[in-house]
């Protein structure tokens, strides 16, 4: 088993340096939150939520069903 000590990656594919970090910045909130030490760092997606509570009902059909035997 030879062993490279060359600095491409597999396949000779040169090596990507990976990129800093970005900082999280808080959004702007109520002056009472922020007096709290509460900061917002994301707005609520409500895509999101809707999709997951459409997929809550038929995930509880088919385990219903689990229990019953039928699948």
Sequence with gaps: MASSSSSSGTN???LVSPTPLTPVVAL???DTEATIGLAKVADSDVDAFSTYAAIVPEF???EAML?????
């Design 60 to 62: 509880c059909r088919l």
């Design 12 to 14: 000779g594919n040169s």
């Design 28 to 30: 702007p909130t109520a």
């Design 67 to 71: 229990i019953k035997g039928i699948v």
